[in-house]
């Protein structure tokens, strides 16, 4: 009886928490300092009571849950980790969650624990307590259990299901947090060092994750180059920008050579390409009327709050590039009942088109972003690699060709910047008569980082390839960056982009900055 008294007062708590503070933190509510101060004094006191509460198992899922959103929300780092300090034996939370047994009491500690981590005290307490040891062990058994080789990131058919990839995501996203909240003691890496190792070795298990659907050729009939797999998600994809992110952030370490991860640069290079090729020429004529409109994979929603989404309208209001093609991707029309996983196809042509008809909406868009996000990684990846080779050819006065990095085609990265310009263009054409929203802000940054990495990745192919620009491409650009410059002008916050774009412009078109004298 006790036990159901706390459970339904804890999840009170957890449903008041929710309701009160829908925003990202308490610092961006409507409170002034006093209530701000009050609410921070309660919540201090409520921590201990709730870490007290954990050790119950019928109140673990509830208990953590709520301390998740205190940390997040409601109690700054200095006071919470102090709190913590006191209050929460972590080893003892590992085993409950360890006896529970049940994803969704690993997700929930998952989530604390990401949120623990996202501070440098809550990352040396992470550390102290041997979460990194199960992290590593828990991280292996999920990959043990192999995926399918076949199948590519735009099919979740590898794992088990979404929960499953879910859990894979949080523990990488774990890692990286704790990575990064720590990268400046110096012995972050001793740290590390065998949950890295043991990550790295079992690395090409997780390599499909970045691998692009092997889509038909021009010419050659859908039936005969079909691919078989289940539909995907955004957990999966989310789960190859976590994968994503930590690589990068391995490799952006000097260490990182000596850690093992060379051994995995020249798969993932070429991955990287294809992926980036895929995410580039899918969608690199989108939008326009003679586009042939070919369902590249399927995405339904597969949870109830994502069945919402797709039933709300768009918020970026962009009809190039993914956010055009998510929409088809998310189609009722595309939806396929009663077929067997082995029977239902990657990509998938509308044979009445009316796919054409397909809406964006507000899930559509966050598919479109989830895409991005990854072709973002993408080329952060490719960058170091292209930056490795600059550092060592100018220690040995020649460009290396044993290190000599896979590179993608210039018509590539073309695709991926006609793709993020009209994108930002549309963006803020639909603001024009209003404020711009914080979503759509953050999309143009996208979109803005995007093209400059794009450009950066251009210039070094066309200097180490001895490359020439193309006449008509440089014609094409001019009027494009023209445009992008003038719109992105009226925007504040976007503005600062400019000048890193005005350096990279420079170098990979320098007659072009003289034609447009205001940038």
Same mark, same amino acid.
């Given at each position: 009886?006790?036990?159901?008294?706390?459970?339904?007062?804890? *999840? /009170?708590?957890?449903?008041?928490?929710?309701?009160?503070?829908?925003?990202?933190?308490?610092?961006?509510?409507?409170?002034?300092?006093?209530q701000l101060t009050e609410v921070s004094v309660?919540?201090?006191?409520?921590?201990? /009571?709730?870490?007290?509460?954990?050790e119950n198992i019928e109140c673990f899922d509830?208990?953590?849950?709520?301390?998740?959103?205190?940390?997040?929300?409601?109690?700054?780092?200095?006071?919470?980790?102090?709190?913590?300090?006191?209050?929460?034996?972590?080893?003892?939370?590992?085993?409950?969650?360890?006896?529970?047994?049940?994803? /969704?009491?690993?997700?929930?500690?998952?989530?604390?624990?990401?949120?623990?981590?996202?501070?440098?005290?809550?990352?040396?307490?992470?550390?102290?307590?041997?979460?990194?040891?199960?992290?590593?062990?828990?991280?292996?058994?999920?990959?043990?259990?192999?995926?399918?080789?076949?199948?590519?990131?735009?099919?979740?058919?590898?794992?088990?299901?979404?929960?499953?990839?879910?859990?894979?995501?949080?523990?990488?996203?774990?890692?990286?947090?704790?990575?990064?909240?720590?990268?400046?003691?110096? $012995?972050?890496?001793?740290?590390?060092?065998?949950?890295?190792?043991?990550?790295?070795?079992?690395?090409?298990?997780?390599?499909?994750?970045?691998?692009?659907?092997?889509?038909?050729?021009?010419?050659?009939?859908?039936?005969?180059?079909?691919?078989?797999?289940?539909?995907?998600?955004?957990?999966?994809?989310?789960?190859?920008?976590?994968?994503?992110?930590?690589?990068?952030?391995?490799?952006?370490?000097?260490?990182?050579?000596?850690?093992?991860?060379?051994?995995?640069?020249?798969?993932?290079?070429?991955?990287?390409?294809?992926?980036?090729?895929?995410?580039?020429?899918?969608?690199?004529?989108?939008?326009?009327?003679?586009?042939?409109?070919?369902?590249?994979?399927?995405?339904?929603?597969?949870?109830?709050?994502?069945?919402?989404?797709?039933?709300?309208?768009?918020?970026?209001?962009?009809?190039?590039?993914?956010?055009? /093609?998510?929409?088809?991707?998310? $189609?009722?029309?595309?939806?396929?009942?009663?077929?067997?996983?082995?029977?239902?196809?990657?990509?998938?042509?509308?044979?009445?088109?009316?796919?054409?008809?397909?809406?964006?909406?507000?899930?559509?868009?966050?598919?479109?972003?989830?895409?991005?996000?990854?072709?973002?990684?993408?080329?952060?990846?490719?960058?170091?690699?292209?930056?490795?080779?600059?550092?060592?050819?100018?220690?040995?006065?020649?460009?290396?060709?044993?290190?000599?990095?896979?590179?993608? *085609?210039?018509?590539?990265?073309?695709?991926?910047?006609?793709?993020?310009?009209?994108?930002?263009?549309?963006?803020?054409?639909?603001?024009?008569?209003?404020? *711009?929203?914080?979503?759509?802000?953050?999309?143009?940054?996208?979109?803005?980082?995007?093209?400059?990495?794009?450009?950066?990745?251009?210039?070094?192919?066309?200097?180490?390839?001895?490359?020439?620009?193309?006449?008509?491409?440089?014609?094409?650009?001019?009027?494009?960056?023209?445009?992008?410059?003038?719109?992105?002008?009226?925007?504040?916050?976007?503005?600062?982009?400019?000048?890193?774009?005005?350096?990279?412009?420079?170098?990979?078109?320098?007659?072009?900055?003289?034609?447009?004298?205001?940038?």
């Open positions: 009886m006790l036990n159901k008294s706390l459970k339904f007062l804890l *999840m /009170v708590l957890l449903m008041s928490l929710e309701y009160s503070y829908p925003k990202a933190s308490i610092n961006d509510s409507d409170l002034d300092v006093l309660l919540a201090a006191g409520l921590l201990p /009571v709730l870490c007290k509460c954990v509830l208990s953590v849950a709520s301390m998740d959103l205190l940390l997040k929300m409601v109690l700054p780092p200095d006071i919470w980790v102090h709190v913590l300090h006191e209050s929460i034996h972590l080893e003892h939370l590992i085993q409950i969650m360890h006896q529970q047994n049940s994803r /969704v009491s690993v997700a929930v500690a998952f989530n604390f624990f990401l949120t623990v981590a996202q501070t440098k005290g809550g990352a040396e307490m992470l550390c102290s307590n041997n979460l990194l040891s199960y992290l590593k062990i828990f991280l292996s058994n999920l990959v043990d259990e192999e995926p399918n080789p076949d199948e590519a990131c735009f099919s979740n058919n590898g794992y088990k299901d979404d929960k499953h990839a879910h859990l894979l995501g949080l523990g990488f996203a774990i890692i990286t947090a704790a990575i990064q909240s720590l990268h400046d003691d110096s $012995s972050v890496f001793d740290i590390f060092d065998g949950t890295i190792r043991d990550f790295i070795a079992e690395a090409y298990t997780v390599f499909y994750f970045v691998s692009a659907p092997n889509l038909p050729s021009e010419g050659q009939s859908i039936k005969k180059k079909r691919i078989q797999g289940s539909p995907t998600s955004l957990t999966a994809l989310r789960l190859v920008e976590h994968y994503l992110s930590l690589i990068c952030l391995l490799e952006g370490q000097q260490s990182h050579q000596k850690r093992g991860l060379q051994e995995i640069d020249l798969d993932l290079r070429q991955k990287s390409i294809r992926l980036l090729s895929f995410i580039s020429k899918e969608a690199q004529h989108a939008g326009e009327p003679s586009y042939n409109r070919t369902i590249p994979f399927i995405c339904l929603p597969s949870l109830k709050e994502e069945a919402e989404s797709n039933k709300t309208p768009s918020f970026i209001c962009s009809n190039h590039g993914w956010f055009m /093609v998510s929409a088809l991707c998310l $189609s009722s029309k595309a939806r396929v009942s009663n077929v067997e996983k082995s029977e239902m196809p990657l990509v998938t042509r509308d044979k009445e088109n009316a796919s054409t008809h397909a809406q964006p909406t507000h899930l559509s868009d966050i598919l479109a972003i989830q895409i991005y996000r990854i072709a973002a990684l993408l080329l952060t990846h490719l960058c170091i690699q292209a930056k490795i080779v600059t550092d060592r050819a100018q220690e040995v006065g020649h460009i290396d060709l044993l290190c000599f990095p896979d590179l993608p *085609m210039p018509d590539i990265l073309h695709g991926l910047q006609d793709q993020t310009i009209a994108i930002v263009l549309d963006v803020c054409e639909a603001s024009k008569s209003s404020t *711009m929203s914080t979503e759509a802000e953050s999309v143009c940054l996208l979109m803005l980082q995007i093209l400059e990495k794009s450009f950066y990745l251009e210039f070094f192919v066309m200097q180490s390839c001895d490359i020439r620009p193309v006449l008509g491409r440089v014609d094409d650009i001019s009027r494009e960056i023209r445009s992008l410059i003038k719109e992105v002008k009226q925007h504040e916050h976007l503005e600062p982009m400019l000048a890193s774009l005005r350096q990279i412009i420079l170098l990979l078109y320098p007659g072009l900055i003289q034609t447009i004298g205001y940038m």
